[in-house]
C-alpha cells in the first residue's frame, strides 16, 4: 500500500505562485508514474500533469504548459508541482495519484482509473 499526501495548498492572487507537494510513504514510489489531478466545484477531475518514473518524460494539459511544472526526487519520495503564474480558473482541489506498474503516455495520462493510489487533495484557491 502506498499513502499520499499533499499539501502547499492554499489563498493566492492571481499571478503568484505555489508549490505542491506529495509526499508518499508505505513504499517507494521511483518505479510509479504520477500524476497531478484537480476537481473544480461542478466539474470532472481532470489530469493536471503527469511524470514518468524516471522523471524523463512530462504530460501537461494545454492550459498549464509553461506555467506548471512537474518534478520528482525519489530519494525523498515526493512529487512536485510548482504552479506560476495563477489564474482564477486554477481554482480546484489538487489530487497526486500514483500508477502501478504500467506505462502512461498518450492519452493514457488523463484516465482516472490508469491510477492505483490517490492522496486526499489539496485546495488551491487563486483570487482575482
Known amino acids: 500500500q502506498v499513502q499520499l499526501v499533499e499539501s502547499g495548498g492554499g489563498l493566492v492572487q492571481a499571478g503568484g505562485s505555489l508549490r505542491l507537494s506529495c509526499a508518499a510513504s508505505?513504499?517507494?514510489?521511483?518505479?510509479?508514474?504520477m500524476g497531478w489531478f484537480r476537481q473544480a466545484p461542478g466539474k470532472e477531475r481532470e489530469i493536471v500533469a503527469g511524470i514518468s518514473y524516471s522523471g524523463d518524460m512530462t504530460y501537461y494539459i494545454d492550459n498549464v504548459k509553461g506555467r506548471f511544472i512537474i518534478s520528482r526526487d525519489n530519494a525523498k519520495n515526493t512529487v512536485y508541482l510548482q504552479m506560476n503564474s495563477l489564474v482564477p480558473e486554477d481554482t480546484a482541489v489538487y489530487y497526486c495519484a500514483a500508477a502501478v506498474g504500467r506505462a502512461l503516455y498518450g492519452s493514457r495520462w488523463s484516465r482516472v482509473d490508469e491510477y492505483d493510489y490517490w492522496g486526499q487533495g489539496a485546495q488551491v484557491t487563486v483570487s482575482s
Open positions: 508505505g513504499r517507494s514510489i521511483r518505479m510509479y508514474g
